[in-house]
Structures are given as structure tokens and as C-alpha cells.
């Protein structure tokens, strides 16, 4: 989502204005302001240069990544709680997550929380839980992972940025939290402290949560989005907020669909990249800045087997492993050696051979090595390489 940079509404107002800090972060306006909280302790942990990744998934201000040991290491951001080791330091490098000896098979960092799913297919969050976003029945912030309630299994779980969504292996979908937009898909706005199906009944083969709308892909390949839709973000043709799930329009066979903070981006079955909603800084990829109630080809003709939308900017990569970025450009999260935004695909420089790829006001990838590499802002150690210096280019997890 994981992750995103996000907006809030006057329902956050009275809440501390530590909210408001990161959340910044992916629009490319500066995160340090007077209204900061105060900064936890800044700790610094053996680096993790010899950790082996199979994935890592950015939030706005902390990283969170899953070992091909399944283990789930952390680092960056921590007032809430969101890196799981049991503290509200803020980490340089990768930390362990506190877990009590379970063993994870994907994490999702969302705003100032995460979720994950374990080898047995449990899904645990931590961190911030307002509005329930965590799932275990509380509004209790957990400084390490608390069980997902309702005794659901889960193949995958998505962090946003109020709420949380998963799949189960059965391909039956739920959301929890926050509701304000009709983001849960239930037919109604009410926050959900546990898991509430999503409405319609579709079997769903993919699920991603974004700000405060969420898509997915059906097993017969259709995209449907969800929630808060003023700049075309459903890709619905419309600028209509939706309760349920609302087909993407064109008709077009999706292989995954991710929303970010207002626009959304996804890859057909044939490898083609289409995005739609907020086009300001670029994040569509079609050469303009014009906003797309309906999905809309990314330029260059490029073949895409992944993508990840960011706050104001979208990463990929190819079939033949090779990393692509576009949009927004301030912190260098498009990894090109610059700061220039960019409104249609640019090369990510260092010739990485990359499988995955995720973004949000930095970006993360993974080698075909199985080594992680991350760029863009690192304001709070978010890119994992012992430093909080900004990285125009891939630096690789650790610091080595």
C-alpha cells in the first residue's frame, strides 16, 4: 500500500496531530512541520545488508519486509507501534518484528499500521488503531501483532490507510475499520472494529486497500472498486462515491488492480498497464496531467507484469524484471537519479534485475536475488539503509 499517502477530513480533527505527519509524506510536501509529536527515541540496530527478502511493502513512513525464512522485519516510523517490535522507536535499519515465534508469508505496511498473514494463513496487525483498523475487536493500539478476530483464514491482507482488507482462500472478502467512504464495501459507512464480508458475494482472487477506496480483481479477471471516488479513482466513469463494489469501466481482464491515495493503477492478463483517477503530478502515465474517470493506457507500450501505486506517483515491472517509475518525483522515490517529474514510464537506474515492486512516498523492490533495495524519502530510516538521507536511486536494505 500497502501503501500511500492519504487525506483526512474533519473527522480527524480531534486527534493528535501526530496523524498528519507522514501522511504528507507521499504528496510531496514536507513532513517536518510545528505540529509534529514529539520524536521517540532514534534507534539503530545491526544492519540487515545479508537478510534474504521475498517481499517488502513501504507505508508512508515505515518499511516492512518478509524473509525467505519467514521471518517479518520492520523499520522506519514507529510512534505507533507500527514496526511490531514491541517499542515506539523509530529504526534506521530492519528490526524483528516481536511475533512470538510465528512465521509470516506476506506483510502489508499501511498508514501507521500493518498487517500480515502467517505460513498457516492467520492474519495479525499492530500499531494505530483507530477506528478498528487493526481487526481484533478494539480501538487498543498494539505495539506487536494481535490477531485478526472472527477466526478467519486468510491467504492475503492489505493495509490502507484507516482500514484493512483480506481474501480468504476461499476467495471471500472482508474489510475492517475505518468506513467514512464507504471503503469496507458493505453496503454501509459504519466503522467495523472486525472483519465485515464485502458485499455482492463476488469471489475475489486479489484485494488491495488504498486511502479510502479499495479494489480488487474477481476470479473471471474483473476489476471492481469501492469508496471515495471524487477524482475518478473507481475508474467507473463517475465521480460518485460507491458502498459496494462497482465494476472498472472498459471491460478490460485484470491480473491486479491497486488504488493508491486518489488514483489507481492495474495490469491487464496480456501484461498492459492502465491507469485512472488524479493525474496531477503525472501518476497516470499517459503523457498528461489530466484527471481519468476510466482506465487509460500507460504510455510506451511497455509490457508490465506488476505495478504499485504510490501517493502521487506509480512503479512497475516488466517480464523481464527491469523497473519502471512515473509521477510525482519529489523525494527521488522514481529512482532515476533525479528529482524531475516524470509523466510517463522512466527506467529505475542501476540495472537491478527486480520481480516486485512497491511504492508510496518511497519506493521498495526485490531483486531476482532475493535482495532488497528501497529510494525516494527516508526522513525516519524508512529506506532501511542506516541513514534518514534521501536516496534518488535503489540503496539497498541494510546499508551494505
Request: proline fraction near 6%; charged fraction near 15%.
Amino acid at each position: 500500500m500497502p501503501a500511500i499517502s492519504y487525506s483526512f477530513t474533519s473527522r480527524l480533527i480531534p486527534v493528535l496531530a501526530a496523524l498528519l505527519v507522514v501522511a504528507t509524506a507521499g504528496c510531496g510536501e514536507d513532513p517536518q512541520s510545528p505540529t509534529d509529536p514529539p520524536e521517540p527515541t532514534m534507534a539503530v540496530v545491526p544492519a540487515a545488508g545479508a537478510l534474504s527478502w521475498v517481499q517488502v511493502s513501504p507505508g508512508p513512513g515505515h518499511t516492512c519486509g518478509v524473509t525467505t525464512t519467514d521471518q517479518l522485519y520492520c523499520w522506519g516510523y514507529n510512534y505507533f507501534g507500527q514496526l511490531g517490535d514491541g517499542t515506539t522507536s523509530n529504526r534506521l535499519t530492519p528490526v524483528r518484528v516481536q511475533a512470538g515465534g510465528l512465521r509470516f508469508r506476506r506483510v502489508s505496511a499501511g498508514n501507521y499500521h500493518t498487517c500480515a498473514v502467517t505460513s498457516d494463513n492467520r492474519a495479525y496487525c499492530w500499531g494505530l488503531n483507530l477506528w478498528g483498523r487493526l481487526g481484533d475487536g478494539t480501538t487498543t493500539r498494539r505495539l506487536t501483532p494481535a490477531v485478526v478476530s472472527g477466526g478467519l483464514r486468510f491467504r492475503l491482507v492489505r493495509a490502507g490507510a484507516d482500514h484493512s482488507c483480506g481474501v480468504t482462500p476461499e476467495n471471500r472478502a472482508y474489510c475492517w475499520g475505518s468506513n467514512q467512504f464507504g471503503q469496507l464495501g458493505d453496503g454501509t459507512e459504519t466503522e467495523r472494529l472486525t472483519p465485515a464480508p464485502i458485499a455482492t458475494g463476488l469471489p475475489f482472487r486479489h484485494l488491495s486497500a488504498g486511502s479510502n477506496h479499495t479494489c480488487g480483481v474477481t476470479t473471471s479477471d474483473r476489476g471492481y472498486c469501492w469508496g471515495y471516488n471524487p477524482f475518478g479513482q473507481l475508474g467507473d466513469g463517475t465521480a460518485i462515491k460507491r458502498l459496494t463494489p462497482t465494476a472498472v469501466a472498459g471491460g478490460l481482464q485484470f491480473d491486479q488492480v491497486n488504488p493508491g491515495s486518489n488514483h489507481t493503477c492495474g495490469v491487464t492478463t496480456d501484461d498492459r498497464a492502465y491507469c485512472w483517477g488524479d493525474n496531477y503530478s503525472g501518476a497516470l502515465g499517459d503523457g498528461t496531467t489530466e484527471r481519468r474517470l476510466s482506465p487509460v493506457a500507460v504510455a510506451g507500450g511497455l509490457r508490465l507484469s506488476g505495478v504499485s501505486t504510490g501517493g502521487a506517483h506509480t512503479c512497475a515491472v516488466s517480464p523481464s524484471d527491469r523497473a519502471y517509475c512515473w509521477g510525482n518525483n519529489f523525494y527521488g522515490q522514481l529512482g532515476d537519479g533525479t528529482t524531475t517529474r516524470r509523466l510517463t514510464p522512466v527506467a529505475v537506474v542501476g540495472g537491478f534485475p527486480f520481480q516486485l515492486i512497491n511504492g508510496s512516498g518511497h519506493t521498495c523492490a526485490v531483486t531476482t536475488s532475493n535482495r532488497a533495495y528501497c529510494w525516494g524519502n527516508n526522513i525516519y530510516g524508512q529506506l532501511g539503509d542506516g541513514t534518514t538521507q534521501r536516496r534518488l536511486r535503489p540503496r539497498r536494505v541494510g546499508g551494505s
